[in-house]
């Protein structure tokens, strides 16, 4: 069979122009047998990926009890970790606070000056986090962060004249937002159980990251005090409560996936003897990227679930993130490609060496494929031309932006099942409340929001509408000062010191 090629260019969002390449059969667009085919495939893909309401309903209620589990007793797989962070903030929280910023890609520096009612300002600089950062010594990455708030210090507190503006002995708060489950025995502790996220710097685990990270400021003379050692989400559901009082629940959808709510004390049997009062509150953070590892018996998990998970720095772990962040989603439809191409379907007659190698198809091109307005789907043809160096044809086009639209759909279900879990836990149907969500997949993948609300109408029915997602406030940055405040405020007035 002969085929046509065509060439073309197509300017990607970041403004980087891109040639490509078509490949379209002599005669009509597509042979018959080739379109059947792809459609047959994509029904195959179809089953495998798609969520039925009732099947959703299952896996909010075994969320349910995993929850419960975790509040109960320690050491669960879903840790439910008590942040000690005591209730909301009151809006009226005010001072400067640096907030560092430990996240799955970058690292981040901010000062952050609270105006109260509700009201604040940031500066911040951003560290890209290198590969051997991620999975070096521990010790070095923390001195890493180390340096670059003494830069950032040098920088910011310095008149005209190059002169520091701190006077003598001033110490300046901090929140450390290390967004990887860490238990907490009070709030500027906790250990590290496990990395995700891809990290796996050694000697890490099972240790202190505060204390780790205080030893990388003590060795600098940094005059700062870390106050406070929060999980992004923790920071998510105070600065979004600071702006919108409606605001309940805290989720991230990014490279990782987690959410926060806040818990009676009295709801969380496993911190009884701690003697703090029943009717305080206090935020939870879930960890709940862990629900269903290990045992896998509620997600579906497809074959390529099972290669992502296997062939992981940690295997059976995060099983619930691996179906949904953004470091999983582009490798999952990858290992889908490769079959294809195995089973001689995709990419007839070309090299596809470009798409063997794990992670090269990153999850932004799965927002660029289901975002391509175009009927020729015009970029989709330079995703592959320029970074794969394959040409496509029409059908084969459309095929990936329907598989991504089925990966990311099932991505944003899962989310709805266990935002549902937390809701139907706390009794918020009725009333409704708002749910602060952040993360480049909440921020940034077509109609992932939508998706989330559809989920949740398919699970609550009506009602679900009660339910509602916004983009949330900076947890990180602005979060973590919050939270510095609220502690400082908290221990001054002598309540709970010894957490
Ligand atoms: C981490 C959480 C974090 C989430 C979002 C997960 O991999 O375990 O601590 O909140 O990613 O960043």
């Known amino acids: 069979m002969a085929s046509r090629r065509g060439s073309g ?8 122009t891109m040639a490509y390449h078509t490949r379209t059969h002599d005669g009509d667009e597509l042979p018959h047998a080739t379109k059947k085919t792809m459609a047959d495939h994509l029904r195959k893909f179809e089953q495998l990926f798609t969520l039925t309401p009732q099947r959703m309903r299952m896996i909010v209620e075994a969320f349910k009890e995993t929850l419960a589990l975790g509040l109960s007793q320690p050491g669960q797989i879903v840790p439910m970790i008590p942040t000690f962070v005591f209730g909301y903030p009151t809006g009226q929280e005010t001072g400067e606070y640096l907030a560092v910023d430990l996240g799955g890609t970058n690292l981040r520096i901010c000062l952050v000056t609270l105006q109260g009612k ?5 500066t911040q600089s951003k560290y890209r986090l290198t590969e ?22 040098d920088t910011n ?5 190059g002169k520091s503006t701190l006077s003598e002995g001033q110490v300046l708060p901090l929140g450390f937002t290390f967004s990887y489950p860490c238990s907490q025995e009070r709030i500027d502790h906790g250990v590290l159980i496990r990395w995700t996220k891809g990290f796996g710097a050694g000697d890490t685990e099972g240790r202190d990251v505060a204390a780790m990270f205080n030893k ?23 600065a979004s409560h600071y702006v919108n009082p409606r605001t309940k629940i805290a989720v991230i959808f990014g ?92 990419f007839l007659g070309q090299n596809t060496y470009k798409l063997e190698t794990p992670y090269v198809l990153e999850t932004a091109f799965l927002s660029l494929m289901e975002s391509d307005p175009t009927d020729e789907l015009l970029m989709i043809i330079g995703i592959f031309s320029h970074f794969f160096a394959l040409d496509t044809t029409l059908a084969e086009r459309q095929f990936f932006k329907a598989l991504a639209k089925l990966i990311g759909r099932r991505a944003a279900r899962l989310s709805a099942c266990g935002i549902a879990a937390i809701v139907s836990k706390k009794n918020y149907l009725e009333e409704g409340c708002s749910v602060g969500a952040d993360g480049s997949l909440y921020n940034k993948y077509p109609h992932f929001a939508d998706r989330v609300h559809e989920g949740l109408q398919d699970i609550f029915g009506e009602k679900g509408k009660n339910i509602i997602t916004h983009h949330a406030e ?26």
């Open 255 to 346: 490279t990782g996936c987690n959410a926060a709510y806040m818990e009676r004390v009295g709801d969380i049997p496993k911190i009884k003897n701690l003697g703090i009062d029943d009717d305080a509150e206090m935020a939870i953070n879930c960890e709940w990227g862990a629900f269903d590892s290990f045992k896998h018996e509620h997600l579906p998990r497809t074959k390529y679930d099972q290669i992502v998970d296997e062939s992981s720095n940690k295997v059976g772990e995060q099983a619930f993130e691996k179906l949904i962040s953004g470091r999983y989603l582009g490798e999952i439809l990858r290992l889908v490609l490769c079959d294809l191409i195995d089973e001689g379907v995709l």
């Open 9 to 16: 260019s197509v300017t990607l969002p970041s403004g980087q």
């Open 118 to 122: 509700g009201e604040f300002e940031i």
């Open 132 to 153: 051997e950062q991620k999975q070096g010594d521990g010790q070095q990455l923390f001195d890493f962060c180390a340096q670059c708030l003494k830069t950032f210090i």
């Open 474 to 499: 900076d947890g990180s940055g602005v979060g973590s000062s919050i939270i510095a405040a609220m502690t400082k405020i908290r221990k001054d007035a002598g309540k709970y010191t010894h957490v």
């Open 157 to 161: 507190y310095v008149d005209e004249d």
């Open 216 to 238: 990388s400021v003590d060795d600098l003379k940094i005059p700062v005090k870390m106050t406070a050692l929060i999980n992004d989400t923790t920071g998510t559901l105070i």
